[in-house]
């Protein structure tokens, strides 16, 4: 039926003019949803910090004519020099070397095992799998609600209950370490969690009349869950991966602080600091404060950009 | 002023008043150059579009814009006293207690977690220092004066025990306790149902000529303002563009606005058959996208000319006080409406009743016996936390018989709570049914939509309310027309796209639309959107719930015309739900009333709506509002609330609040309390539920007189 066959037409409600809105391709609106992190000071602060870090992780081996295992016997524990930049540890090993390859670690590679590595980072891999896990336990507990909801949510309690710290170590004692079973331990750590917040999204979203649309066409509820309600979930979702990538970061320093996250002699930051820290009061702080630092500009630049991006969002609503 | 001799003492005076909003972009003017006056026990009614700045005027009046809204320009003046251009503190000592404020929602004016008594006597002791006892005494007094029952119990109860209704009385008692010279009522009853609101509306109309105070009255429904008001400003895009007596303004309303306005919307009686409904075109532009220099109506206008677009229009005085804001005003009556709008809606019209006659092949598509829906909830024991309890059921339907025929409009009307969206639910498969029998299309589809063949799914599909959740925010309206093609594989795979056009065409949006995102849409174009998914796998059966209650009156009129005529393009049944007892008549064929999960009268729309009645549907009708200030109403009243549907009455379940059984029927009605009311069988398909004889029912004179 177009206007010129159709024989009955109210002018009044003929077709609106359209509004200057001309279409804009995929990778505008995608730099437009982007530019929302410039209109914040906060954001911007966040986003270099953690581009910084991206950036030494990913051309980690032209920043350096060190490898991180490399051992310079004639000169351990010095402070920072022309030949070292940041000094060298209690093995003589460059230091910026080992924090800019232990970077990798957590950001760029995961090392399966000896040989084999996948891209994304251990901390970026342990959110990713969390994520996964728990919003499809979110989903699925928040939409059809009943005793599913209740067996899951329990379940999840409970883990929960347990102290963060002591569920890592349970986990990694009994596993083993390596970078596989520490996204493993931060995936179960971090699933309670985000299942919660998809769940609480999930109750919200499964009210609007769009969703009721969906099931009086008989849409089977996967399609419900993944194709019309994740999606709108998906801002406070991302917000939420991007405070847990920097927990996650702060998890990978914590275990192998105590010695249960990537085994040696792998440059580890958390190692890094455990090794470190007893030399500093024999005069050489540098080894301790490194891998510190590191972790500690990583960690805040993540929630500045997170903090920054949810203001900024929620202003626009 | 000349004529203030003999009218009333002027309590405010608002005169070419501008307000603008600070935004990142600069200054947004929200009302440009406003200028009125209310007096003394006068009631000045401010109608409009949203958007149109009605309720920015109340918020400047009352210096409550927020912090980045200012008064960029004019004069508001109270009793004598400028309050523009002042500081908070001054303005405190000029205000007083003064001026008062009653919002739309009474839920969000009163304190939750403080005792009503508390909140009202505190208005007492804090501006005027009355003393504990007193005050309380007095708050007492107040609400007996808004005819709130049992007062002395009301004080000591928190707000949520009490009905809305009643919240809003207690709201309104909270701003008369301080006998305020100026009454800002910001939409007191949108909130409200019907019967509720016109009784809120009669204590309005009492308050106002004992208190003799100013009102001033916001309100987006021509009917209420009709009932209230003594003076109209008729708002468009922040600026005033009519303003007068209310008679004279609905006798002869001067402004294209105005006039467009009051043939948007269909008076109470008016049917499909024999009349048309008139929307306004477009949509009301932003307050950035306003043009300075021209009218401001005239990019929807449809008697504008070259010259509207010159020049900004001036108030023309027409009478002593009417003046409107056209260049036209004077010759507006004698410049009909573009021949082309009329004859384009008189054809729709004549298809219609073309249609009409076609239809007595007498199909039925839809049938339920004694269908109920049945929601389980736990008693309130200990037991029941163990899931030993005793099992209670909230009857939201309970008994509903209906036939729809092919072809024909079946319209659910009932206030809030009465079952219509659960009855929907069931229909449509959503909700589990608790017995009784449902068939569609000859099969029995008693079961959940999940359960349901897809072929018998993709027949019966549902427009819903709320434009701004109809649509999946994340998918372009494209995709989402599409869904339901590729689904019920109604089109092979390649023309799904002109298929998706087709449908956008239908629902007269353009091929451009199709990339568009839900957000970019105004709420009229989503709803549009809504019907054309709904369209899209070629239903029998369309289940529209309530699809224009959210929407402005200009636009509601256009998205009303457009369900016609896809009605009468794709034959296709509807059962149509609203609480405005105007659309509903105006769209249907037949009319089901409920009340508490039971039908209680049912029939052709036009027998619905003369005696005669059910009691409930006469006092439904008595209560709409009705956009002509001179139409004679009867005062019918409904006592109390919807019992509820967890326990509702024994017997008639609407014995509790019917005004006509004690003196109708023997015995003062006893039978009622007890003995479930029979059907009575009045004229071809016409059913009233009712104890009370048809003969005695006809008696009763017509709700209206014209």
């Known amino acids: 039926m177009t206007d010129g066959e159709s024989a009955v037409s109210t002018s009044g409600d003929a077709v609106d003019p359209i509004p200057d809105l001309r279409q804009r391709s995929f990778f505008q609106r995608w730099w437009e949803g982007f530019s929302i992190i410039f209109a914040s000071k906060t954001a911007m602060v966040g ?37 070292h930049p940041l000094g060298t540890d209690e093995l003589g090993r460059d230091l910026w070397s080992r924090l800019i390859y232990g970077a990798r670690v957590v950001l760029v590679v995961l090392p399966i095992s000896e040989d084999l590595w996948i891209p994304g980072g251990t901390a970026i891999w342990g959110v990713i799998v969390a994520l996964v896990v728990g919003t499809a336990l ?22 929960m209950a347990v102290p963060i710290i002591l569920l890592y170590l349970i986990i990694m004692a009994a596993l083993g370490a390596s970078a596989i079973n520490v996204v493993i331990a931060m995936t179960i750590v971090g699933t309670p969690g985000i299942a919660r917040l998809v769940r609480s999204l999930t109750l919200d979203i499964r009210t609007r009349e769009y969703i009721r649309a969906a099931e009086t066409r008989g849409e089977n509820p996967w399609h419900i869950m993944f194709i019309e309600i994740l999606p709108n979930a998906r801002g406070p979702i991302i917000v939420d991966a991007m405070l847990r990538v920097g927990y996650a970061i702060f998890a990978m320093g914590t275990l192998g602080f105590l010695g249960l996250g990537i085994p040696p002699p792998s440059p580890d930051w958390g190692s890094m600091v455990a090794k470190g820290r007893e030399f500093i009061l024999a005069g050489s702080p540098w080894a301790a404060l490194w891998p510190s630092v590191a972790i500690a500009t990583l960690v805040v630049g993540l929630n500045l950009l997170a903090d920054g991006l949810r203001e900024e969002s929620m202003r626009y609503q | 002023m000349a004529e203030s001799d003999e009218r009333a003492e002027v309590v405010l005076d608002v005169e070419h008043l501008s307000i603008a909003y ?61 309050l523009t251009g002042r500081s908070a503190a001054e303005l405190k000592t000029i205000r007083g207690d003064r001026i008062a404020m009653v919002f739309q929602d009474p839920m969000q004016a009163l304190n939750p977690s403080v005792r009503l008594g508390e909140q009202l006597a505190e208005v007492l002791t804090c501006h005027r220092e009355i003393p504990q006892k007193e005050a309380w005494k007095k708050s007492i007094q107040m609400l007996k004066r808004v005819n709130m029952p049992d007062p002395e119990n009301v004080m000591r109860r928190y707000t949520h025990q009490i009905s809305g209704g009643q919240q809003q009385r207690v709201v309104i008692a ?58 109209l400003c008729v708002m468009y895009a922040g600026q005033m563009v009519e303003k007068g007596p209310v008679v004279d303004i609905f006798k002869r309303p001067c402004h294209p606005y105005t ?98 006659k076609v239809q007595t092949a007498d199909e039925t598509i839809l049938e339920s016996e004694n269908l109920k829906l049945y929601y ?65 299309l000859d099969v029995e589809v008693g079961e959940e939509v999940t359960h349901r063949s897809t072929h018998l799914i993709k027949e019966m599909q549902m427009v819903f309310q709320n434009p701004d959740s109809t649509l999946n925010p994340s998918y372009t309206v494209g995709k989402q027309i599409a869904r339901p093609i590729r689904r019920f594989k109604t089109v092979p795979k390649g023309q799904v796209k002109q298929e998706v056009v087709r449908l956008l065409k239908a629902v007269r949006l353009s091929a451009a639309y199709y990339d568009r995102l839900p957000r970019q849409l105004s709420g009229g174009e989503k709803q549009r959107v809504g019907i054309a998914r709904a369209l899209a796998s070629r239903p029998d059966l369309i289940i529209c719930d309530e699809p224009v209650s959210a929407l402005d009156v200009s636009v509601q009129a256009a998205v009303i015309n457009l369900l016609l005529e896809i009605q009468n393009t794709f034959g296709s049944s509807m059962i149509f739900i609203a609480h405005d ?46 956009a002509d200030p001179e139409a004679h109403q009867k005062e019918i009243r409904l006592s109390g609330n919807v019992p509820s549907a967890l326990n509702p009455p024994k017997g008639c379940h609407f014995h509790t609040r019917c005004p006509r059984r004690k003196e109708m029927l023997p015995d003062g009605g006893k039978i009622c309390e007890t003995v479930d009311p029979p059907w009575r069988q009045s004229a071809k398909g016409h059913r009233i539920l009712c104890h009370i004889p048809l003969e005695d029912l006809e008696k009763i004179d017509p709700v209206i007189h014209r």
């Open chain 1, 47 to 83: 986003l270099f910090l953690v581009l910084f870090w991206i950036f030494v992780a990913i051309f980690a081996p032209f920043l350096t004519p060190y490898t991180p295992l490399e051992q310079d016997w004639k000169s351990p524990n010095i402070g920072p020099s022309a030949e």
């Open chain 1, 138 to 159: 979110g989903l699925i507990s928040g939409y059809y609600g009943g005793w599913i909801d209740e067996i899951t949510m329990r379940l999840l309690d409970a883990m």
């Open chain 2, 22 to 82: 600070e935004t990142r972009k600069g200054d947004v003017e929200a009302v440009r150059d406003v200028s009125f006056t209310v007096r003394e026990g006068e009631t000045v009614g401010l109608v409009g579009e949203s958007g149109c700045g009605k309720s920015t005027i109340a918020f400047g009046i009352v210096n409550h814009l927020g912090p980045n809204g200012k008064i960029t320009d004019g004069q508001i003046r109270f009793q004598g006293s400028a």
């Open chain 2, 174 to 231: 909270m701003a008369m306790l301080n006998n305020p010279a100026l009454l800002i009522m910001d939409e007191p009853t949108t909130a409200l149902d019907v019967t509720v609101e016109a009784a809120v509306l009669d204590l309005i109309e009492e308050l106002k000529s004992d208190f003799n105070a100013a009102n001033i009255f916001i309100t987006h429904n021509l009917g209420v303002v009709a009932r209230v008001s003594d003076q």
């Open chain 2, 259 to 356: 006039r467009g306005l009051m043939a948007a919307v269909p008076k109470l009686g008016d049917s499909k058959l024999d009349s048309m409904l008139y929307p306004i075109r477009g949509r009301v532009p932003a307050p950035a996208d306003r043009p300075k220099n021209a009218c401001i109506f005239a990019p929807r206008c449809d008697y504008a000319t070259d010259r509207c677009r010159e020049a900004r229009p001036s108030m023309i005085q027409l009478s002593a006080e009417h003046a409107a804001r056209c260049i036209y005003a004077e010759e507006i009556e004698d410049r009909p409406r573009t021949n082309r709008r009329r004859r384009r809606v008189e054809q729709l019209a004549e298809a219609k009743k073309e249609e009409v």
């Open chain 2, 376 to 440: 389980p909830t736990e008693s309130e024991s200990v037991m029941s936390i163990f899931g030993l309890g005793e099992k209670l059921y909230v009857k939201a339907v309970d008994d509903v018989s209906l036939r729809l025929a092919k072809g024909r409009t079946l319209g659910v009307v009932g206030e809030s709570g009465c079952g219509k969206s659960s009855l929907v639910k069931g229909l449509i498969g959503l909700e589990p049914l608790s017995g009784g029998k449902l068939e569609f």
């Open chain 2, 581 to 626: 007892l105007s659309v509903v008549r105006y769209f249907s064929d037949d009319i089901a009333v409920m009340y508490l999960g039971r039908i209680v009268e049912i029939g052709p729309a036009e027998k619905i709506y003369e005696p005669p009645y059910h009691p409930y549907t006469e006092a439904l009708l008595a209560a709409v509002p009705i």
